[in-house]
């Protein structure tokens, strides 16, 4: 990190688009995370099977995959103001589909609409974030994710909270469209468009993105894969192999949630005075000590100190990783933000599925230990990463 980037950490400014984006990011998360804690309760009242229900996860992350296909072109079609408002109203159209359906195909078709519309909203903040705030953008992606922790752990309250008090699962999207829409009347009028740097049209469309770009984003989708394999399976692990109670396990999992969000705030912090890649080997590597503690529990209380622990390094991967990947591709912003959703989705679509198939063969406590490669491949990736020769904006 130069002495320019560094002072320009330190002097981190948030300005109103930084806080509209932050708004955004959070909404995006509750909504994608509550499809978790609902699902129980759309599986009674609809009679789904595991299997049917799981394909309101897979219909989610297929919206996401889209998107990173395509994404950069529907932003640059109609620009960054319409992808960003677009896209919130098309997750909330999405939402409301899944909430009025009253059969599966209805329920996974909003799922899908959630998923494509609520990807083509998140890349499009995190092209705003790396644009505004250029060196700092590290700082801004990290803060964006802690709001995005929060949301989704008050998504999991919200739903158990309306589902006690008699309201019904369904009003549990009420919050994220109340918050949609004063986030609306304040921020609507901000100017995305004028943060963007002009690139010309051929190079944008004939440059390739570089090598370092890949590197960190494989890192992303390992990052990415062991978080959900966690937030997937977590409590079934913690309930068959390290003998916890169904309720109990289901209650331990918010340690990870709890922990993610305290490794956000603590690498955002952090970020302001120490380079992005090197805080990302630092946080894998502290998952990668924590999560053996986790796997090989000889009793609950060492299982849910690995959990916490993989969830405290963990939690920063995907911020840090969409920074670093995003520096090393300069000129191919809306490119690169796309590409890396789908990394992203496509981990969140693979990755739990396939522990899964492994459980039905090896059992959960055989199965887990595949996180175990994906964190050590990320951070040899990582050091690759580090040492990979940066490209030159120039060049692109």
């Known amino acids: 990190m130069d002495v320019n980037e560094a002072a320009s950490r330190r002097a981190f400014t948030r300005y109103r688009v930084t806080w509209a984006t932050y708004g955004l990011v959070g909404y995006f998360a509750y909504l994608e995370t509550v499809l978790g804690p609902l699902m129980p309760f759309l599986r009674a009242e609809m009679g789904l099977s595991y299997t049917v229900a799981?394909?309101?996860?897979?219909?989610?992350?297929?919206?996401?995959?889209?998107?990173?296909?395509?994404?950069?072109?529907v932003e640059g079609r109609w620009g960054r103001t319409t992808a960003l408002w677009g896209g919130a109203a098309g997750m909330a159209t999405g939402a409301l589909l899944l909430a009025l359906a009253s059969a599966a195909p209805g329920t996974i078709a909003g799922a899908?609409?959630?998923?494509?519309?609520?990807?083509?909203?998140?890349?499009?903040?995190?092209?705003?974030?790396?644009?505004?705030?250029?060196?700092?953008?590290?700082?801004?992606?990290t803060e964006s994710n802690v709001a995005a922790s929060a949301c989704a752990i008050l998504a999991s309250l919200a739903v158990a909270f309306f589902a006690a008090s008699g309201l019904g699962w369904?009003?549990?999207?009420?919050?994220?469209?109340?918050?949609?829409?004063?986030?609306?009347?304040n921020f609507r009028l901000e100017s995305l468009e004028?943060?963007?740097r002009k690139e010309p049209a051929r190079r944008e469309a004939s440059s390739r993105l570089p090598g370092r770009f890949w590197i960190y984003w494989g890192v992303l989708g390992l990052g990415v894969s062991v978080e959900w394999c966690i937030a997937y399976w977590g409590a079934d692990f913690l309930e068959n192999a390290v003998g916890m109670g169904r309720s109990g396990a289901a209650a331990a999992l918010t340690t990870f949630f709890g922990a993610m969000l305290a490794g956000r705030i603590a690498a955002s912090r952090l970020a302001r005075v120490l380079p992005g890649a090197v805080l990302l080997v630092a946080t894998l590597s502290l998952a990668l000590?924590?999560?053996?503690?986790?796997?090989?529990?000889?009793?609950?209380?060492?299982?849910?100190?690995?959990?916490?622990?993989?969830g405290l390094g963990i939690g920063s991967v995907y911020p840090l990783g969409i920074s670093v990947a995003v520096s090393s591709a300069p000129g191919r912003l809306e490119t690169a933000t796309a590409r890396l959703a789908l990394a992203a989705a496509g981990a969140i679509l693979v990755a739990?599925?396939?522990?899964?198939?492994?459980?039905?063969?090896?059992?959960?406590?055989?199965?887990?230990?595949?996180?175990?490669p994906?964190?050590?491949?990320?951070?040899?990736?990582?050091?690759?990463?580090?040492?990979?020769?940066?490209?030159?904006?120039?060049?692109?």
Do not use: N
């Open 54 to 73: 799981s394909l309101h996860f897979s219909a989610f992350a297929m919206g996401g995959v889209l998107v990173g296909l395509i994404g950069e072109r």
């Open 112 to 141: 899908f609409v959630m998923g494509f519309f609520g990807s083509l909203l998140l890349i499009t903040t995190q092209a705003v974030l790396s644009d505004r705030h250029g060196a700092g953008s590290v700082v801004a992606i």
């Open 170 to 185: 369904r009003s549990a999207f009420v919050p994220p469209m109340v918050a949609l829409f004063f986030l609306a009347v």
């Open 194 to 196: 004028g943060s963007r």
């Open 289 to 310: 000590a924590g999560f053996p503690l986790l796997w090989l529990a000889p009793t609950p209380v060492v299982g849910v100190l690995g959990l916490a622990l993989t």
């Open 352 to 372: 739990p599925f396939v522990l899964g198939a492994l459980a039905d063969l090896a059992g959960i406590a055989g199965a887990f230990g595949v996180v175990l």
């Open 374 to 396: 994906m964190l050590l491949i990320a951070v040899v990736l990582t050091l690759a990463g580090h040492r990979a020769p940066m490209p030159q904006e120039e060049s692109c």
